[in-house]
């Protein structure tokens, strides 16, 4: 599985491409905000795409809208420290994404990536969504 990772904190981005490679994934390339995740998205076709949704430039939400027209196929799973009910449903709102809090990131990232590959849709323990959704 082919993965763009996309954070503008570069020690955040350095952690996370340490646990990929453990787990066997391919990083594909590294974006630091969103205008540039949309660009590379289209040049690449990850498979995996694990974004921050705090970005520079364009925010992950915005980024994820674009993603969607120039790469249908990359499934995306939202990496973020912004968590607010309205936040996690409009990250969620998107046919192939996830949430994974950055809160939660050190004990659920390995189970969010197996979520993701076995196609099924992840969404942190801390996360709060409304009933219904």
Same mark, same amino acid.
């Given at each position: 599985?082919? %993965? ?8 955040? =981005? ?10 066997? /994934?391919?990083?594909?390339? @590294?974006?630091?905000?969103?205008? @540039? ?5 289209? #040049? ?17 939400? @915005?980024?994820?809208?674009?993603? #969607? #027209? ?10 973020? !420290?912004?968590?607010?009910? #309205?936040?996690? @449903?409009?990250?969620? !709102? ?12 050190? =004990?659920? /990232?390995?189970?969010? $990536?197996?979520? %993701? $590959? ?11 969504? !409304?009933?219904? !959704?």
């Amino acid at each position: 599985m082919s %993965v763009l990772l996309v954070d503008d904190y570069a020690p955040f =981005r350095k952690w996370l491409s340490s646990e990929l490679r453990i787990e066997g /994934f391919e990083l594909l390339s @590294e974006a630091c905000d969103g205008i @540039e995740a949309v660009q590379i998205a289209k #040049e690449i076709q990850p498979n995996l795409i694990l974004m921050d949704i705090g970005l520079p430039r364009l925010n992950g939400i @915005e980024a994820a809208w674009q993603i #969607e #027209e120039v790469s249908p196929s990359s499934k995306i799973l939202f990496v973020s !420290s912004l968590s607010s009910t #309205e936040i996690v @449903e409009e990250a969620l !709102s998107f046919a192939t994404s996830s949430f994974l809090s950055k809160f939660d990131v050190a =004990r659920e /990232f390995r189970a969010a $990536l197996h979520a %993701v $590959l076995r196609g099924e849709r992840y969404v942190s323990s801390s996360a709060s969504i !409304s009933n219904g !959704s």
